[in-house]
């Protein structure tokens, strides 16, 4: 199975500030039709994941562009600018390229 | 719009069966997978397993012995089935279409 490497386990960030987020693959996330399906979702407190970035780097609807996704093969980052109050909880990333599905450990982001 | 909500027992016994429903809306089963996602409390995320569209299914390998995922497009329903449950199996569960997340049902094992 895809082993996803989420670092770091969890994150002081002062508000506005800028949050960094690496998710690595033990193998390529390229499938074999050429998409790769790595995707990135917040979970709060107390609630269902949200989903953030699909397919590396596309916005889901909704998600303001302080977020962003980014690479490729085995290695991606999710970044979060000018952090806001609302963007607290936990980050996990989630590979469907392969069967079975799944998710990295989690990323906790907190407030400094 | 798109809806998903899991039911179920809130408690099961050790080595019984669980079974757990997710009633959708807003969408078809039929040209959309589901999947079923689970959480242990203050644990990480648990990918268990797909229905695609067409009614094909893949599964976790860890849980694959114990789990069957199956559904009735008719009353826009997906249903998981695991059986021989141990107390590492209390979770929230959750039903999912990649989009949006249903509440989550919380399940626990215990005598």
């Known amino acids: 199975d895809v082993v996803l490497t989420q670092t770091p386990v969890s994150l002081l960030i002062s508000l506005g500030g800028q949050a960094s987020i690496s998710c690595r693959s033990s193998?390529?996330?390229?499938?074999?039709?050429?998409?790769?399906?790595l995707h990135w979702y917040l979970q709060k407190p107390g609630q269902s994941p949200q989903l953030l970035i699909y397919?590396?780097?596309n916005r889901f609807s909704g998600i303001p562009d302080r977020f962003s996704g980014s690479g490729s093969g085995t290695d991606f980052t999710l970044k979060i600018s000018r952090v806001e109050p609302e963007d607290l909880g936990v980050y996990y990333c989630?590979?469907?390229?392969?069967?079975?599905?799944?998710f990295g450990a989690g990323t906790k982001l907190e407030l400094k | 719009q798109v809806q998903l909500k899991e039911s179920g027992p809130g408690l099961v016994q050790p080595s019984e069966t669980l079974s757990l429903t997710c009633t959708v809306s807003?969408?078809?089963?039929?040209?959309?997978?589901v999947h079923w996602v689970r959480q242990p409390p203050g644990k990480g995320l648990e990918w268990m397993g797909i229905?695609?569209?067409?009614?094909?299914?893949d599964y976790n390998s860890a849980l694959k012995s114990r789990l069957s995922i199956s559904r009735d497009t008719s009353k826009s329903q997906v249903f998981l089935k695991m059986n021989s449950l141990q107390t590492e199996d209390t979770a929230i569960y959750y039903c999912?279409?990649?989009?949006?997340w249903g509440q989550g049902v919380m399940v626990t094992v215990s005598s």
């Open positions: 807003g969408f078809s089963l039929t040209s959309n997978s």
């Open positions: 193998q390529s996330l390229v499938h074999s039709n050429g998409n790769t399906y």
């Open positions: 999912t279409r990649e989009t949006h």
């Open positions: 989630l590979q469907r390229t392969h069967n079975p599905n799944t």
């Open positions: 397919q590396v780097s």
């Open positions: 229905i695609r569209s067409g009614g094909s299914t």
